[in-house]
């Protein structure tokens, strides 16, 4: 049966994991695993996590399956955290909601709902995207295609060729999304470019896939979602998937929903029946622990100010990170060319050297990211971003 499997490539990420841990260098820097980290390299239990965890415990009584759907009452705060409770959607009852393993399992049941419905669909991914965006999507039949998005040697969106490649997709298309803090960039679009991007999906009849990994990460919760609450609402179709894993930091846990919006409330219920159906048939029910403990953080007033405030102290770290980088690189430089880590969001930026580059920050220096120059701005800490402006400094002069 499997005498002719040869052994895959490892995975850039999991192989880049395993180099930094073999490495026994008292310099290393990890800037390469997507993971937030405290300012003592700690990927931390969040005390309000910790709060609602005892809470669900303390009146477990059954370890029972909940829902086909999961919790509801997890689903039914997502809706309103992601949406807000005054979405045209919303109050037009053409919301479903179905809790999923993590944001990954939120974007494959996606997909899968794609395929049913239009097996003929494109995916147009941003250039550059996710990693994992193209096998998640990808591998359940779907075709992919690119858009232009940024630009990392000019450090730019290419907003205009953004628009120009969409205008060329075929009507029934889908169009993945980041809703704020794009990865790997961290370059996000506003408001205004938000409106003119809806516009071409209404006029192209194109539905919008929108991946929303980071929220709270960005701007804020509120603000890391205005632009895909404005494109929600404007058309009539569309589909969110949604992780926790680093706003609440339960990754291991696998805390995601798929949000469909349909046309009607009939067709929003038909959806939602293909949905469960296609759950069923990959992993039949989802897990439950998590979406008990954000169920408990997000319906309690107490328990939701603390996470927002965890949440605010996370943004800001990350934020603080962004402007001692940009200064000390500009510093080391002498120039200002850094200053566009000072405008992005979230965890991520591409510093914009070449896979050669890159080689030697690890291979001289321990630095560790990804061979498209992404680096997790929450590697850095206080104590050694001086030493990392000085070593990208180094190695891009020659």
Known sequence: MFQQLVPLREDAILGLMAMFR???????VDLGVGVFRDLSGNTPVLESVRRAEQLVLSAQTTKTYVAPAGRAEFNEAVGELVLGAAHPAATGNRVRIVQAPGGCGALRLGAELIKTARPQAVIHLSDPTWGNHAPLLGNCGLGLATYPYYDPAAHQLQFTQMLASLELAAPG???LLHACCHNPTGADLDLAQWRSLTDVLQRRRLLPFLDLAYQ?????LEADVAGLRHMTSMLPESLIAV?????LGVYRERLGALIVVGESSPQADA???HVLQI????????PDHAAAIAAQIFNSAELRAAWIRELEAMRSRI????????????ERTGTSDFDFLRHQQGMFSQIGCSAEAVARLRERHHIYMLTDSRMNIAGLMPDNVAYVAASI????AG
Request: charged share 20%; no cysteine; net charge positive.
């Open 393 to 396: 400094a180094a190695v891009l």
């Open 243 to 247: 992780s926790f894993s680093k706003n």
């Open 173 to 175: 298309d889908v169009v």
């Open 319 to 330: 934020t603080g990170m962004r402007e001692h980088l940009a200064t000390a690189l500009n």
């Open 22 to 28: 073999a490495d026994r260098s008292a310099d290393k």
């Open 279 to 286: 759950a069923r048939g990959i992993y039949s029910m989802p």
């Open 271 to 273: 959806i939602r029946s």
């Open 216 to 220: 709270g990460f960005g701007a804020g």
